[in-house]
């Protein structure tokens, strides 16, 4: 496998910087920079840029409305605009139910729910973990009963991210309590709207409001909200999950934030010294660097497969490991780099307005929020203890 760029691919490239130049909102592209927080607006006005431009969707066929990138391209474009500061766009209509819809879903279905997720209209979020069904996810216990041409559903989702901000959920409920567990799942379309949904937050370490409980109290969904067929939702959950992990590698980012730990480490000193040259912290960065480029290949490998129509396989599981530990050694090298000048990471210290003073520069305020955040990346889209039992099983044979 030639891993060079080809005369087309970087030209690509050159467009995407173009582009991103030009269009990413400035203001944006600050808070991204600066690690401070994002408002749901901040993310919409990005999204209808690339909506606007045609690339809101790279992996969806274009008879969907997608841009119909290669892996490649969708590899560059990652890179190039997460170095200028884009910020993440919501994964859960783009790259989740969005390609669920397409592969398992009615035309009338596709029809209804496809358009909105490209423009940006419909917010989705996803209903997948509940309390005591995480890692073990076939064991959730939320119900939707057949009452005629609705379900009716109760139970709680737990960790809902921006639940606050979406019109919809995609959520995996119970149908059928015999035989295998795995056997009695459906996946259900439910608009966030319906009576009997509340929506609780949950504060976070960082003090942040991401997550969230949802709770379904007979909430009624018409039976044309079903993906699939009754019962079988979870080979659609597997299918999603697996799209999930790949795109959590997150190459682009961390390259970003290594350059940015590279910076930090030039600004502080250590008994009159630069940080970079104290040889033992120049190791460890040296180390991660290493350890992102081998990242790197792999998910070059994985996307020159991908480009030759072969889907992403246990090898998602191990962009999702290696991935997730290397953006959560980033941050602790971040925050190690400013010492105690991280310690306040409280909201008003990361806006405009705030009045006072912290122990440092204010660059380094949101780092400690930032590093607390970042402990939730080996737990979401299946605990990295359950992908290397994935790697054990479906490439070593254990």
Request: proline share 5%; aromatic share 8%.
């Amino acid at each position: 496998m030639d891993l060079k760029f080809t005369a087309d691919e970087l030209a690509f490239r050159d467009e995407v910087r173009r582009f991103v130049d030009e269009k990413l909102p400035g203001d944006v592209a600050r808070k991204v920079l600066e690690h401070k927080r994002l408002e749901k607006d901040d993310v919409y006005r990005w999204h209808r840029a690339l909506y606007e431009k045609g690339w809101i969707a790279p992996n969806w066929p274009e008879a969907y409305g997608g841009a119909a990138w290669n892996a490649i391209q969708n590899h560059i474009f990652d890179e190039e605009s997460a170095a200028r500061g884009a910020p993440r766009l919501s994964p859960f209509g783009l790259n989740m139910i969005g390609p669920v819809l397409i592969a398992f879903a009615s035309e009338a279905q596709k029809q209804a729910w496809l358009p909105g997720i490209l423009s940006g209209e419909t917010w989705w979020c996803q209903g997948y973990s509940e309390p005591g069904s995480g890692s073990d996810l076939a064991s959730l216990k939320t119900r939707a009963e057949r009452n005629g041409d609705v379900y009716v559903v109760n139970g709680q989702k737990t960790w809902t991210t921006h639940a606050h901000w979406a019109d919809m959920i995609f959520c995996l409920t119970r149908t059928e309590s015999t035989g295998k567990k795995q056997e009695g799942i459906s996946m259900l379309l439910i608009d966030m709207q319906s009576p009997g949904i509340e929506v609780r937050p949950i504060i976070t370490l960082d003090g942040e409001h991401e997550v969230n409980e949802v709770w379904f109290e007979n909430v009624e969904v018409p039976v044309t909200n079903l993906v699939g067929d009754e019962g079988r939702g979870w080979s659609i959950a597997k299918f999603l999950l697996s799209h999930e992990r790949t795109g959590i590698a997150g190459v682009g980012v961390s390259k970003r934030e290594l350059a940015y730990l590279k910076h930090l480490a030039t600004q502080e000193t250590v008994n009159g010294r630069s940080l970079m040259l104290d040889p033992v912290f120049c190791d460890r960065v040296a180390e991660l660097e290493i350890d992102l480029l081998a990242l790197e290949i792999t998910v070059l490998r994985v996307a020159a497969a991908e480009s030759e129509g072969k889907a992403p396989g246990p090898e998602a599981s191990i962009l999702k490991i290696r991935g997730t530990e290397i953006q959560q050694r980033l941050t602790e090298l971040q925050m190690e780099a400013v010492g105690p000048a991280a310690l306040p990471f409280l909201p008003m210290a990361w806006g405009d307005n705030w009045i006072g003073q912290t122990p440092g520069p204010a660059y380094a305020a949101p780092l400690a929020a930032r590093y607390f955040n970042m402990r939730k990346t080996t737990i979401y889209g299946g605990t990295n203890e359950i992908q290397r039992n994935i790697i054990s099983q479906k490439v070593l044979g254990l």
